[in-house]
């Protein structure tokens, strides 16, 4: 059993920047794929990010690539995401999620361990 807590959250103006961090407990970190979502009030939950076993491969979706980065130190059993030139649109609680095979990554239902999310509101 994987456990799996969110930090970093808050607000902040929009063109600016913020931090995540995911860290894990419970397993082995550096076997599972680990994945970043979001969800806004009264929407689906939405693909950000995900990064493979070791880091080498990554995969972003079409609305944050060139602006969030993720990373992940496997000695530290955390995973990163930053976040750049952030948009009122980014607002949303933040989840990261952990899960074996990496293909497919867009896919919530793929995830099979999550944390309880972090808050991010971006002001206009």
């Known amino acids: 059993q994987v456990q799996l807590v969110e930090s970093g959250g808050g607000l902040v103006q929009a063109g600016g920047s913020l931090r995540l961090s995911c860290a894990a407990s419970?397993?082995?970190?550096?076997?599972?794929?680990m994945g970043w979502f979001r969800q806004a009030p009264g929407k689906e939950r939405e693909f950000v990010a995900a990064i493979s076993w070791k880091g080498v491969n990554t995969y972003y979706g079409d609305s944050v690539k060139g602006r969030f980065t993720i990373s992940r130190d496997n000695a530290k059993n955390t995973v990163y995401l930053q976040m750049n030139s952030l948009k009122p649109e980014d607002t949303a609680i933040y989840y990261c999620?952990?899960?074996?095979?990496?293909?497919?990554?867009?896919?919530?239902?793929?995830?099979?361990?999550w944390g309880l999310g972090t808050q991010v509101t971006v002001s206009s």
């Open positions: 419970g397993g082995t970190f550096s076997s599972y794929v």
């Open positions: 999620a952990a899960k074996t095979l990496f293909w497919p990554v867009i896919s919530p239902n793929e995830y099979r361990y």
